[in-house]
C-alpha cells in the first residue's frame, strides 16, 4: 500500500521569506501524480499545486513550486514570498493511475505558520 | 458556479444512534469521493463513486458504514450505531471526471461528534 509521509508537524516562517516543507511517499508503481492541498482553519481543501510523476519538470504555480525527487520518493513544496494568507494546514497526498484512479492518500500534514 | 456542500456542518449524535451526512458535488461531476478526517490527521479514503456506481469501498471501516448515489449526483454516508471512534470530519469531494488527472472539489465537510 502506499504510505505519505510528512515529518514536520508545524513549520513557521517570516512573511515574505521562503520555506520549504517535506514530504516523502512510498510506492511500487511508476507512474502516478502528486499533489499539494491547503487547508486553511475553515476546512475547505484547495488544491495548491500537482505534479505528474512522469515529468521530470517541476511543476510551479505562481509562488508555489515543487522539489520532486522521483528516486528519492520526495516531493517538497516551496512557498517563497510568504503571505499572511498561506497560514494553514497543507497536506500532501499520492494518487495512482491505476485502478484505483482518484483514490488519494494523503500525509498527516504540516501547520503552516506565518509570522508578519 | 456553487461549489461542493455538505449539510450538516456539524452532527452531535449520542452513541448508538445512526447518522446520515449528505453530500452534494458540483453539478455534472461524474466522480464523487468520500474521506474521513480524525483531529490532528490527514483525510483518509473511504469510498468512491462514478455516477451511481460504487467502485470501492475499501476504506470503510466497518459494515456499520454504508454510501449511496443513487442517481449520480448527490451522496449520502450513513453511519449506523455511531461508536465514539467514529467522531472525525467527513470530507466529500468530486470531479469532473474519472480518473486521476481530474481535479478533485472538496467541499467543507461534517464534523461529527458521538458523545
Known amino acids: 500500500a502506499q504510505t505519505v509521509t510528512q515529518s514536520q508537524p508545524e513549520m513557521s516562517v517570516q512573511e515574505a521569506e521562503t520555506v520549504t516543507l517535506s514530504c516523502t511517499y512510498d510506492?511500487?508503481?511508476?507512474?502516478?501524480?502528486l499533489f499539494w492541498y491547503k487547508q486553511p482553519p475553515s476546512r475547505q481543501m484547495i488544491l495548491v499545486i500537482r505534479?505528474?510523476?512522469?515529468?521530470?519538470q517541476n511543476a510551479t504555480e505562481n509562488r508555489f513550486s515543487v522539489n520532486f525527487q522521483k528516486a528519492a520518493k520526495s516531493f517538497s513544496l516551496k512557498i517563497s514570498d510568504s503571505q499572511l494568507g498561506d497560514a494553514a494546514m497543507y497536506f500532501c497526498?499520492?494518487?495512482?493511475?491505476?485502478?484505483?484512479?482518484?483514490?488519494?492518500?494523503f500525509g498527516d500534514g504540516t501547520t503552516l505558520t506565518v509570522k508578519p | 458556479g456553487a461549489g461542493v456542500s455538505q449539510s450538516p456542518r456539524y452532527k452531535v449524535a449520542k452513541r448508538g444512534q445512526d447518522v446520515a451526512l449528505r453530500c452534494d458535488p458540483i453539478?455534472?461531476?461524474?466522480?464523487l469521493f468520500w474521506y474521513q478526517q480524525a483531529l490532528g490527521q490527514g483525510p483518509e479514503f473511504l469510498t468512491y463513486?462514478?455516477?451511481?456506481?460504487?467502485?470501492?469501498k475499501s476504506g470503510l471501516p466497518s459494515d456499520r458504514f454504508f454510501a449511496e448515489r443513487p442517481e449520480g449526483s448527490v451522496s449520502t454516508l450513513k453511519i449506523q450505531r455511531t461508536q465514539q471512534e467514529d467522531s472525525a470530519v467527513y470530507l466529500c469531494?468530486?470531479?469532473?471526471?474519472?480518473?486521476?488527472?481530474?481535479?478533485?472539489?472538496f467541499g467543507p465537510g461534517t464534523r461529527l461528534t458521538v458523545t
Open positions: 469531494a468530486s470531479s469532473l471526471g474519472q480518473g486521476t488527472r481530474n481535479e478533485q472539489y
Open positions: 510506492t511500487s508503481e511508476s507512474d502516478y501524480y
Open positions: 505534479q505528474e510523476a512522469y515529468k521530470q
Open positions: 497526498a499520492y494518487r495512482d493511475t491505476g485502478t484505483n484512479a482518484g483514490k488519494s492518500t
Open positions: 453539478s455534472g461531476h461524474v466522480s
Open positions: 463513486f462514478q455516477n451511481e456506481a460504487q467502485l470501492d
